[in-house]
RNA sequence: UUGAUGACAG
């Protein structure tokens, strides 16, 4: 059965979709991972009709859901029209375990997020028992993505306050601040990598900083610091 | 064996 679960991943990984599905249909035992695999393949791909379905099937087969079940349920809710559907797998899950989850609270934020409802996602993330940077990076990402670069950096001071940032932080909100014109607190933001944190700068986040100067058609200065990146420049 | 956060290229 790992075997066969390994060989649905494997087709879902390369985008076969119906190979996927082949596999899983004709193993003669399925457990709840093999489900799991199966919903997280077609989540990916966007299948959301086939998510719902087999998440149907794998309760009437007896099978309870578990909290990787729910992050690719979450995952399939990602859309406008899917706000509805999210908050009912939500509450699905209100009362259970699955709320003190941090990563199951982590694909709800990133869910309500991307749905664009910002006051939803506060409250999911507020309401988290406990966050690491996975969840904080969802969190600001979430308003990194709707233009609220402000409020992006204003978590971001919070996060700060609890715990260090990581890699993907600082590509968020040097992306957030490119998007808004930001220049100083991007370039406050950039130095503070290595200065507050002694990590090293990544090549994403010169990228996010030339993205930054250029988009003020600041192109000398952008320039100037591709040439002087000190990583490989991809 | 399945899992949550990522900008540019777009």
Redesign the pocket.
């Known amino acids: 059965?790992?075997?066969?679960?390994?060989l649905?991943?494997m087709y879902g990984?390369c985008e076969c979709l119906d190979d996927a599905w082949e596999v899983f249909w004709r193993l003669t035992e399925r457990?709840?991972?093999?489900?799991?695999?199966l919903?997280?393949?077609c989540a990916?791909l966007e299948r959301r009709d086939q998510v719902w379905q087999l998440f149907e099937q794998m309760r009437l087969e007896g099978l309870l859901p578990?909290?990787?079940?729910f992050?690719?349920i979450?995952?399939a809710c990602i859309t406008q029209a899917a706000l509805v559907k999210g908050k009912m797998v939500h509450d699905c899950f209100l009362s259970s375990a699955f709320n003190m989850?941090?990563?199951?609270?982590?694909?709800l934020?990133?869910m309500y997020?991307?749905c664009g409802s910002l006051k939803d996602a506060e409250r999911a993330f507020e309401n988290m028992p406990r966050q690491?940077?996975?969840?904080?990076?969802?969190?600001?990402?979430a308003f990194?993505?709707y233009g609220e670069a402000k409020q992006a950096i204003h978590h971001f001071k919070r996060m700060k306050q609890k715990l260090d940032p990581?890699?993907?932080?600082?590509?968020?909100v040097?992306?957030s601040c490119?998007?808004a014109g930001l220049v100083d607190e991007g370039w406050d933001i950039f130095s503070s990598i290595s200065q507050v944190y002694g990590m090293v700068p990544?090549?994403?986040?010169y990228?996010?900083m030339i993205?930054l100067l250029g988009r003020l058609g600041r192109l000398a200065e952008a320039e100037d610091l591709l040439c002087n990146v000190p990583c490989e420049r991809?």
């Open positions: 059965i790992v075997l066969g679960n390994a649905v991943n990984k457990d709840v991972v093999s489900w799991n695999t919903i997280s393949v990916h578990d909290r990787f079940t992050v690719s979450l995952d989850d941090v990563m199951v609270g982590t694909a934020v990133t997020g991307k690491n940077s996975v969840s904080w990076n969802a969190f600001i990402g990194a993505q990581d890699k993907v932080t600082f590509t968020i040097l992306n490119s998007h990544a090549v994403d986040h990228a996010c993205d991809n």
